[in-house]
């Protein structure tokens, strides 16, 4: 099984469908923010689709009202899951998870957010857990933070971005108990995107085969 | 000056284009949400900007690099102001309104919301007012939560979702400190939108008169 989720950060719908057909085979997942879909519109998701199984980052930060919307929206363009802000409250994680899976961030990969990530992860995790999240997003770059996340909540997936650009390793994520890596310009940047892709999950399996 | 800002949470572009002509002369802007850019494309942002200016209600929460993208496009498209979330941290805020008028969300609508916003929304003031935003949003649900955040911040506008369909009420907003009332359902579901709306407007102009 691959853990690697390719971030697929571009803007242009060509070039995004010609990274995710030719990574396909290294790829657990594409992950889709707005930068995207505003860019190209939501059929996007549809066409990735067919390639791999698309999860909208739309980190939604809604009403509950607002929220089921936009979930429903990314279901019926074919997402397979969506992530979603815990601030907000259980109902409106709920709003999304009831209508696809849902992934909650836990904190983020930016120094600025932890402010109020770390205050408040705890209870984030809480509601996720509680709103049935299927998984958490943590980060690479924060990879002590990993683990605190794991011990909250040993049942629940982790997602890791924050690889490679940001700063943080595979490696650290995998041993910190991250279940999947989340790797975006470091991979679609660079000359030879298949062979970085190959090192990702050959650096996976050797800190999974080593622990 | 019109006080009213219509929340167009419709998911049709011909619906909301034509609300929006008939509502033109109410109204001091257009609030869109994801739910209709999903639906319909990007483009309604520039289409409804032609009929009066655009606030994009994006609740933009990612990291300064996505929140400076999604800032970017909504500019690009013609929005005059972009809603973002302050939790991710000054330099997210920063990435937006270093790109177009930014309102910071210093408190929401929901009862869940409560949780967080409620311990935080100082900080999340203060952060806004540092990275320049223009404008923040604290909701008519919770009129008595305007008042302290207008307290916080009294030379930043306000504006006040929630009035309506959620249950607040325009002249509790405007008692309370709120410059613009952020109204959606209770004008575009009535069967008499442009009466629902002057009304609105005729409440907020004798609660002003009678301040």
């Not at 505003?38 to 689709?49: A, F, H, R």
């Not at 062979?195 to 999974?208: D, Q, Y």
């Amino acid at each position: 099984m691959k853990r690697l989720i390719l971030a697929l950060d571009l803007e242009e719908r060509g070039a995004a469908l010609d990274i995710a057909e030719l990574l396909k085979e290294e790829i657990a997942a594409i992950k889709v923010n707005y930068p995207l879909v505003l860019s190209t519109g939501m059929e996007i998701v549809k066409e990735l689709s067919k390639i791999r199984p698309v999860i909208c980052d739309f980190k939604v930060a809604d009403i509950p009202y607002t929220n089921g919307k936009i979930a429903r929206i990314a279901y019926e363009n074919g997402a397979k899951a969506i992530i979603c802000h815990g601030f907000m409250g259980k109902e409106s994680i709920e709003a999304c998870s009831s209508v696809l899976a849902t992934i909650v961030v836990a904190e983020m990969s930016n120094e600025g957010s932890g402010d109020f990530f770390e205050k408040y992860s705890q209870r984030i995790v809480e509601l996720a857990i509680d709103a049935k999240a299927i998984a958490l997003i943590a980060p690479a770059t924060k990879a002590e933070r990993i683990a605190y996340i794991k011990s909250m909540a040993p049942e629940v997936k982790i997602l890791s971005p924050g690889v490679g650009a940001q700063g943080g390793r595979a490696s650290d994520a995998i041993k910190n108990g991250a279940d999947f890596v989340i790797v975006g310009r470091a991979i679609y940047n660079s000359n030879d995107p298949v062979t970085i892709a190959k090192k990702i999950n050959g650096e996976i399996e050797s800190t999974l085969t080593s622990a």
